[in-house]
């Protein structure tokens, strides 16, 4: 018997995780392939913010970097390393957005160190760009150590049922709480409210003479070098999925795709690819998580029928499955976003402690049922 089940070892699933360990809670993780092997092993695990103007993201975006960023150097110093990192506009519209934050931003700026500036593309240099105190997180390294203390099982979560108080996973395991962190694979319970895009993950680690000191991000995001080694990577594939596209992922073509656009930012001399991580991220489609209870769609629409139409819906007359939670949809920012959202939601589950609702996902079933 556990108190909290994990379904999904990716960076939510292990924050989850680590914040239920801290507790001093029993916890089970389980994952079909194994911990951080899809979407966030093959991040780039850059912690900053959103440069952009404004915007409900935005602020989000900077409030878990504060915190994510101190997290990781206070909990996990030996994954964590701090880089200064170099945002530089890809387009004229990136241009105007990266003006206007420089005029406002929320944190101190630096100016692009000398060695890196040599580097850059002639049209880089041409670019607006900023440029602050970041970090980059070794994502498998993290995870392993946030999930260190949980009952790890790798195997595929089957079946999910709710019998005499506790959620019974695939007929052999029992918790009081089940948290869905499943990203955007098999959710394993269906609602029609909840939709998730995939977007395809490719980074590359590769040698290089070039001595990068920066986390670079135009076009792809390209770390800082550590023991001769570079990561290149990008969320840029929103096409593929592996779970419904007949063909495979072609791996050479994704390479020369992430190379070719490093190339548009920096010169990096005598590159030799060493090892490819690939994997699937999810975003919700108003671009914000989704962290809390899920609401039972059939009992709702029976028991609030008149009332869901509304301009402003009433969240805490839905009917939710009970002791059942979700965390998904932090797109390209999981691992700024993970420990923040975590500590949210086990502070929700054993306080009480209530959730922002633009980050609900009852937002979800409010517009579904409207539209019904």
Partial sequence: MYDIAIIGAGINGCSVAYEFIKEGKRVLLLDKEGIASGGSGAAGAFISPKFSKAGELKELLQEAFVYSYDFYDKNFPLTFTKAQLVHIAKDEADDASLHVYKQNAPLPLHNIPLDLYSQLSAEAKRRESVSIDAGVVNAQKVCSDMSCGAKFVQE???????????????????????????????????????????????????????????????????????????????THNVHYHPEKNK????????RAELLQKASQTMQLENVKVVKDYTGLRSGSFDYLPMVGSLVLSSETLLTCKGSLHTKKPDFSKYVYYP??????????????????????????????????ERISPARFFARWAKKR
Avoid at 221 to 230: E, L
Avoid at 343 to 350: A, G, R, W
């Fill in 247 to 254: 063909e495979a992922y072609d791996v050479e073509q994704g």
């Fill in 323 to 356: 002791n059942l939670f979700m965390i998904n949809g932090s797109g390209g920012y999981g691992f700024v976003l993970a420990p923040y959202l975590a500590k949210i939601l086990s502070e929700h589950i054993l306080h009480g402690k209530k959730i922002n």
């Fill in 156 to 234: 595929k979560a089957e079946t999910l049922v709710f019998d005499d108080d506790y959620w019974v996973i695939n007929e052999s395991y029992s918790a009081k709480n089940v948290v869905l962190a499943t990203g955007a694979y098999d959710m394993l319970i269906k609602e029609p409210y909840i939709k998730l895009r995939g977007v395809w993950g490719h980074r590359i680690d590769v040698t290089t003479t070039t001595q990068n000191c920066c986390s670079v991000h135009q076009y792809v995001s390209v770390s800082p070098s550590k023991n001769g080694k570079i990561a290149i990577g990008a």
